[in-house]
Nanobody
Framework: QVQLVESGGGLVQAGGSLRLSCVASGSIFAINDMGWYRQAPGKQRELVARITRGGSTNYADSVKDRFTISRDNAKNTVYLQMNILKPEDTAVYYC?????????WGQGTQVTVSS
């Protein structure tokens, strides 16, 4: 089983930046894709960005050119650099990891963007 712990959320003004981190522990061997999802109040959880073990990435259209996902396999850590934040980016951000066909989730970190 994989445990995921997120950090880096907080309150920021519109136009600002935040960097989220997610550290994986436990059965980390053979983790493949890792990613970030978010869930705003009253909305469904949605994909923000994903990255494969080899470094291929994909992003939600709403965050392209503003957010960057990266990964350090040696540290079992995935990052999400968020720039030019907008109030509509406000949500709980969850880290996700796929390993051997099973998905694991972190507890989430709150990101709040004030206008």
């Amino acid at each position: 089983q994989v445990q995921l712990v997120e950090s880096g959320g907080g309150l920021v003004q519109a136009g600002g930046s935040l960097r989220l981190s997610c550290v994986a522990s436990g059965s980390i061997f053979a983790i493949n894709d890792m990613g970030w999802y978010r869930q705003a109040p009253g909305k469904q959880r949605e994909l923000v960005a994903r990255i494969t073990r080899g470094g291929s990435t994909n992003y939600a259209d709403s965050v392209k050119d503003r957010f960057t996902i990266s990964r350090d396999n040696a540290k079992n850590t995935v990052y999400l650099q968020m720039n030019i934040l907008k109030p509509e980016d406000t949500a709980v951000y969850y880290c996700n990891a796929w390993r051997l066909g099973a998905s694991s989730w972190g507890q989430g970190t709150q990101v709040t963007v004030s206008s």
